[in-house]
């Protein structure tokens, strides 16, 4: 892969942002379904951070894309 060729710290930023959409998309995901971790104490923060979550990622693998 060409986008660890030189590896900086834009790169790292762009990392730790897909990591933390992907974590964000799973705990919404999990809670909204099997009631886990927050035992859907707020349905509207789950779908309001599950939407967060989804754009971060989209907008992370435009920047990924960009990047590579």
Do not use: H
Not at 15 to 43: E, F, N, Y
Not at 55 to 60: D, H, K, R, V
Request: hydrophobic share 55%.
């Amino acid at each position: 892969m060409r986008f660890f060729s030189d590896f900086t710290i834009e790169k790292a930023f762009t990392l730790t942002s897909l990591v933390g959409s992907i974590a964000l998309i799973i705990l919404c995901t999990l809670d909204l379904t099997t009631t886990w971790p927050w035992m859907r104490a707020s349905p509207l923060f789950d779908w309001f951070y599950l939407a967060i979550g989804i754009a971060l990622f989209c907008l992370t693998i435009n920047v990924f894309l960009d990047q590579s």
